[in-house]
T-cell receptor, first 116, second 115 residues
Framework: AQSVTQLDSHVSVSEGTPVLLRCNYS??????LFWYVQHPNKGLQLLLK??????LVKGINGFEAEFKKSETSFHLTKPSAHMSDAAEYFC??????????????FGAGTRLAVHP | DTGVSQDPRHKITKRGQNVTFRCDPI?????LYWYRQTLGQGPEFLTY????????KSRLLSDRFSAERPKGSFSTLEIQRTEQGDSAMYLC?????????????FGEGSRLTVL
């Protein structure tokens, strides 16, 4: 079964320093992977997606993620954290049902705190 | 605002009562999903509709839960005889079928507290 594991439940960084949120996936074939962000009292929003094209994926707000098949990883990075980046981040894999439609399976989430 | 809307945003109820949540998806989206999110966890898939047809129900959806999408537009999620374990955020999301790219558009959720 396809799944994702987020390796850190909480990450704390200082404003202006790099961000690294780690995600490993489990899949028997090339997966479709995503990062979603959830700000307090806001709906989940897509940050970026990997669908077997370029392995380095750029998303919104300066975030990017690199698909590494050899490491089964899809870590999310940003060169310089901003206070507004404080939120919950979810690594997500798309699975295809026997009926041919897709649904998203979420990791447990990583809460990112950004300090002045 | 043309995003996914959910109502009510917050619901406090006593154990044993019935509650109903409504979701209005983005108008041209024919796929609709319900997820449940508990504190400190990622959203868990509950059920999926394509137009008015309910195509999958998770094992998390006990017989106390029922979801409908009668005309392929809005959807309702009803929980009968609520239990304290039902306390969670219930999230609705929608997407297009033919142009599916993995992006689901989520509402802000309906938070249920069962006392």
């Amino acid at each position: 079964a396809q799944s994702v594991t987020q390796l850190d439940s909480h990450v704390s960084v200082s404003e202006g320093t790099p961000v690294l949120l780690r995600c490993n996936y489990s899949s028997s074939y090339s997966p479709s992977l995503f990062w979603y962000v959830q700000h307090p009292n806001k709906g989940l929003q897509l940050l970026l997606k990997y669908t077997s094209a370029a392995t380095l994926v750029k998303g919104i707000n300066g975030f990017e993620a690199e698909f590494k098949k050899s490491e089964t990883s899809f870590h999310l990075t940003k060169p310089s954290a901003h206070m507004s980046d404080a939120a919950e981040y979810f690594c997500v894999v798309s699975v295809t049902s026997s009926g041919g439609y897709n649904k998203l399976i979420f990791g447990a989430g990583t809460r990112l705190a950004v300090h002045p | 605002d043309t995003g996914v809307s959910q109502d009510p945003r917050h619901k406090i109820t006593k154990r044993g009562q019935n509650v109903t949540f409504r979701c209005d998806p983005i108008s041209e989206h024919n796929r609709l999903y319900w997820y449940r999110q508990t504190l400190g966890q990622g959203p868990e898939f509950l059920t999926y509709f394509q137009n008015e047809a309910q195509l999958e129900k998770s094992r998390l959806l006990s017989d106390r839960f029922s979801a409908e999408r009668p005309k392929g537009s809005f959807s309702t999620l009803e929980i009968q005889r609520t239990e304290q374990g039902d306390s969670a955020m219930y999230l609705c999301a929608s997407s297009l079928a033919l142009a599916y790219t993995g992006e689901l558009f989520f509402g802000e959720g309906s938070r249920l507290t069962v006392l």
